[in-house]
């Protein structure tokens, strides 16, 4: 593995229908602009190359990677290939949706090297997913498991949800237990959010908070009965099978997101491409916004770090710049969390508790305020 290994991203922007309550910026598109944002996106990738940046993680999401062919998907992959020097134990992980994910496809996937796959499942009730507005049913997204587990991937995981319209506690566990069936090793567990511009939140679709954090509790329970380490606020995982790629955003360590609208953190930086699809093929060289200049990853250590089981060490805090004073101040705010059953100490840190991850965002506030 080369010194300098990096996350590398691969946004692929494409759905073939847009869900009920999607607000990422994805859209449907014939195949020559399909096909043009594949070979824009190559010549994207091939700009850093040359540079001796290695690559241990590769990670295809979307949008729907798998709305591309896989003949489209095999090119990216190899051309990342090209511009990267990739770890030969590189782990490479494509989203896909069930409704595009037939057998042949899978196959010559991970025969080009795909060795993990993320299905966007949601629910293994007709009428939740229905409501969702997704494309495929529960039998659909059992069968595509099946079949790439059949196609030599023995790294999958599936995106499931919180929160859907008809959904109660019974019927989201009875998913859970579906997938977990399938013997899948990771699952990533989304609380429905309804965002202004979606056809949820025309239509008034409410979430009630505390159903939940009832059911988000519950769900916590069954998996860590299942075997399932609940490694990140929403992600849960088998042994040695933690999302490698996602472990580098929450341990901030750099990657670098290629394709309009993709997130980069490298040399330093955090920038995005402001392009659309349109504008992206167009490009000869691409529009990257600059968010921030030199992060202050004293905070940033605290914000990601406590997503995660890992949590935060003491050690590390004062090496990030935390002085005595800053130090007291936080483990006094910690103890306080401890007490009301939000944090527990380790031997050399401390990290949130299930009941602290379902309220992570006031919690973390108060640590950075200390
Ligand atoms: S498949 Fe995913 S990205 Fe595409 S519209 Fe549905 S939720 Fe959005």
Redesign the pocket.
């Known amino acids: 593995m080369a010194a300098d290994s990096l996350g590398v991203y691969i946004h692929i922007p494409?759905?073939?229908?847009?869900?009920a309550?999607?607000?990422?910026y994805?859209s449907p598109a014939d195949e020559t602009v399909r096909q043009a944002y594949t070979e824009a996106l190559c010549r994207d990738i091939l700009s850093y190359g040359g540079r001796g940046l290695g690559c241990d993680t590769v990670y295809f999401g979307?949008?729907?990677p798998t709305a591309l062919e896989s003949g489209q998907l095999i090119k990216i992959l190899e051309v990342v290939k090209t511009a990267f020097d990739m770890d030969s134990d590189a782990e490479v992980t494509l989203e896909a949706?069930p409704d595009s994910a037939a057998p042949e496809k899978l196959e010559a996937l991970r025969a080009a090297g795909f060795n993990r796959i993320s299905f966007?499942v949601?629910s293994l009730d007709d009428r939740e997913l229905s409501a969702?507005?997704?494309?495929h049913d529960s039998k659909k997204a059992i069968v595509a498991v099946k079949n790439a587990r059949a196609a030599g991937f023995e790294n999958i995981s599936c995106d499931m949800m919180l929160g859907i319209p008809h959904q109660d506690t019974a019927s989201m566990l009875a998913t859970a237990r579906g997938l977990t069936g399938l013997g899948i090793s990771h699952i990533s567990a989304y609380m429905l959010s309804v965002e202004e511009g979606t056809p949820f939140f025309e239509q008034g679709i409410e979430v009630d908070d505390d159903r939940l954090a009832d059911m988000y509790l519950a769900l916590c329970e069954q998996l860590g009965s299942e075997g399932f380490e609940h490694y990140e606020i929403s992600n849960f995982a088998k042994q040695n099978r933690r999302s490698r790629h996602n472990m580098r955003y929450w341990q901030d360590r750099e990657y670098l997101g290629l394709g309009c609208r993709a997130h980069s953190f490298f040399e330093d930086r955090r920038f995005f491409c402001d392009e659309d699809i349109k504008t992206y093929i167009s490009s000869v060289s691409h529009r990257l916004t600059v968010s921030e200049e030199h992060p202050d990853r004293l905070e940033e250590y605290i914000l990601l770090g406590l997503r995660t089981s890992d949590g935060i060490s003491f050690e590390r805090l004062k090496e990030l710049g935390a002085d005595e004073e800053r130090l007291q101040r936080i483990r006094e705010c910690a103890v306080m969390l401890e007490s009301h059953g939000l944090c527990r100490f380790s031997g050399s840190g401390f990290s949130l508790t299930e009941k602290g991850f379902l309220s992570s965002n006031s919690v973390i506030a108060q640590l950075e305020l200390c």
Do not use: D, E, H
């Open positions: 494409f759905c073939v229908r847009k869900c309550y999607c607000s990422f994805s979307g949008g729907t949706n966007g949601q969702l507005g997704r494309l």
